[in-house]
């Protein structure tokens, strides 16, 4: 993957454009590191679903309560 960059010099008011082919490899990727993130992203999102299914559960049952013994 070569990708071409420009760079432009502007030199005693007189612009040159200058290209240089740089190649770009990209880097190897763990697949243990990206299953981790997953993970640790599949964590935070059961956490919350979980808070907030509890608290609406709190929520039914205080009611619940409440309509019981009014």
């Known amino acids: 993957m070569a990708k071409t960059f420009l760079k432009k010099k502007v030199e005693q008011g007189v612009s040159e454009e200058e290209l240089n082919n740089e190649e770009i490899t990209p880097d190897r990727v763990d697949i ?26 709190i929520v039914i049952v205080i009611a619940g309560v409440y309509v019981t013994y009014l």
């Open 32 to 57: 243990n590191v990206l299953k981790s993130r997953i993970r640790a992203e599949e964590n935070k999102l059961f956490r919350r679903n979980l808070y907030i299914f509890i608290s609406c559960m």
